[in-house]
Structures are given as C-alpha cells and as structure tokens.
C-alpha cells in the first residue's frame, strides 16, 4: 500500500510519497539454511513532479527503504541427529533513487 501527496497544484510541485507492506522473504544460500520468511517493508521518499505536456509528467525522487525477514538453520551431527537450531532477523536498510514518468 502506497500513497503520495503533492501539495502544488502547479506545471513543477514537490511530493511525499509513503508506503509499506509485507514483503516476501528469500534465500540466501547459507548452507543449511532451512527456512526463511519475509517481514515488515515500509518506505519513505521525497521528489518532485515536473509536467512536461497536459497529461505527461517526469518524476524523480530520493528515499529510504526498510525491508524485513527471518530465518532459520538447523544443525545436525555426522549421523544426521539434530543438534541446534538458531533464527535470526535479517533487516535491510536501502537509500533509493526512482525517476519515470506518469500519465
């Protein structure tokens, strides 16, 4: 779920666009790794929009992006015998850059 504000009605105006959501989890490749799954994604991001003919804009923005996810190992000894297990969060932390145009 995403949203965006432009508080100028005019041809070039600033925005503030937020959002957040679930995002999905992934693997990646820890030997052993038995589980993963996704968490918490929300974001922030500021821009401007410029209006280049009636019904076309270019947008370009900078922002900040935080992303979530678990997962687990289990260890087992040289007979397979399972003998630990730990989970741990994975949080990411992202600075972005998005640029486009709308209609």
Same mark, same amino acid.
């Given at each position: 779920?995403?949203?965006?504000?432009?508080?100028?009605?005019?041809?070039?105006?600033?925005?503030?666009?937020?959002?957040? #959501?679930?995002?999905?989890?992934?693997?990646?490749?820890?030997?052993?790794?038995?589980?993963?799954?996704?968490?918490?994604?929300?974001?922030?991001?500021? #821009? /401007?929009? /410029?209006?280049?003919?009636?019904?076309?804009? +270019?947008?370009?923005?900078? #922002?900040?992006?935080?992303?979530?996810? +678990?997962?687990?190992? /289990?260890?087992?000894?040289?007979?397979?015998?399972?003998? #630990?297990?730990?989970?741990?969060?994975?949080?990411?932390?992202?600075?972005?850059?998005?640029?486009?145009?709308?209609?």
């Amino acid at each position: 779920m995403d949203g965006r504000y432009y508080p100028l009605k005019k041809r070039v105006t600033p925005y503030i666009a937020e959002g957040g #959501g679930y995002a999905l989890s992934w693997l990646d490749n820890t030997p052993g790794t038995t589980f993963t799954k996704g968490g918490v994604l929300a974001y922030s991001q500021l #821009g /401007i929009r /410029i209006y280049i003919s009636k019904n076309v804009a +270019w947008i370009f923005g900078l #922002g900040y992006r935080f992303q979530q996810g +678990w997962a687990s190992q /289990i260890f087992t000894d040289v007979n397979g015998n399972v003998v #630990g297990e730990r989970e741990w969060s994975m949080n990411s932390h992202f600075f972005t850059v998005k640029t486009g145009f709308t209609f």
